[in-house]
């Protein structure tokens, strides 16, 4: 089985910088620890303004990237939802486009979005809200293409209560059905353990499901239990081992090593790490840990 990697990186923090006074600094930190990509937050940056591209501030961004030895991956808006109602969909699209212009302007070789959620008081309107999506996706799976960004659908768990996301496995038929090249996935391993677990679903083989179509992979570690205990503060939650937590890897249960030995994935996946900040000084050792892992995955010729 053949081991092409494109290259491991991680998601810049999000703190509100108006001024991008931060991202210099943090990009001069993604070269020194040597990765190949930075993902970036476009959800936090500023640069659309009413689904309308702002143009000036774009540049000052691209101009802060230029001349660097990084690639790029970007993060899109977290709202954007395309199992929405009806009368917000075409904000939602007309806010995907803008995202997909800028990553594009900046270089930017995925686009990380969301899959679609919706309230269980609709679930008797599921399937159409699925075929919903995948009309969508498959819409944008051209205008990707003319961008030359490649869209990667990210699962997702059920954060809210009463409401219903596609588990890894369902998310994989999605893909398979729209099936553009341009419209793949990416496997968040904790939301996948996350939602699993809670749907009583064998995380193993869901995430074996949505695996081959996963062009991009969000790699950071929780123990797969949701958020149910009243605590207070950060490291209560770690203690108690519940929710979304981006713990560094070995904090959590993930099992990574077998993950890597049964999942193949497509070439060219792209490893990126997702670290919450209270966890930052971990980081160097997380990307030596996440390059050990994708030297034993298995990809696709």
């Known amino acids: 089985m053949a081991n092409r990697v494109l290259g491991v990186g991680f998601s810049l923090a999000n703190d509100d910088d108006f001024a991008f006074q931060m991202l210099g600094p943090r990009l001069d930190e993604a070269e020194a620890l040597g990765v190949e990509f930075v993902e970036l937050p476009l959800y936090a940056m500023d640069l659309i303004a009413g689904a309308r591209v702002l143009s000036s501030r774009v540049k000052a961004v691209k101009d802060i990237l230029a001349g660097r030895p990084l690639r790029y991956t970007v993060h899109g808006p977290l709202a954007i939802n395309m199992m929405d109602v009806s009368e917000r969909l075409a904000r939602h699209q007309d806010v995907l486009k803008a995202a997909l212009e800028i990553s594009s302007e900046l270089g930017c070789v995925h686009y990380v979005m969301h899959c679609g959620m919706y309230e269980n008081s609709r679930a008797g309107q599921a399937e159409d809200l699925y075929a919903q999506q995948r009309d969508i996706l498959s819409a944008f799976g051209e205008v990707a293409e003319k961008f030359g960004v490649i869209i990667a659908v990210e699962n997702l768990f059920a954060s809210k209560p009463g409401h219903h996301t596609a588990l890894p496995g369902r998310l994989a038929r999605e ?24 749907e009583g679903a064998n995380f193993m083989e869901e995430a074996a499901a949505l695996a081959p179509f996963a062009r991009h992979l969000h790699i950071h570690d929780s123990f797969g239990r949701m958020s149910v205990s009243p605590t207070y503060h950060r490291s209560e939650r770690m203690a108690y081992g519940e929710g979304d937590l981006h713990l560094p890897l070995g904090l959590g249960s993930l099992p990574w090593d077998e993950l890597m030995q049964q999942l193949e994935f497509p070439a060219d996946v792209v490893f990126n790490i997702e670290l ?19 030297a034993l995955a298995r990809t696709a010729d």
């Open 175 to 198: 893909i398979a059905a729209v099936s553009h090249p341009f419209i793949s996935a990416c496997l968040d391993f904790s939301h996948g353990f996350l939602r699993s677990t809670a």
């Open 276 to 294: 919450a900040p209270p966890y930052w000084a971990a980081l160097n050792d997380m990307i030596v840990e996440t390059r050990r892992l994708a």
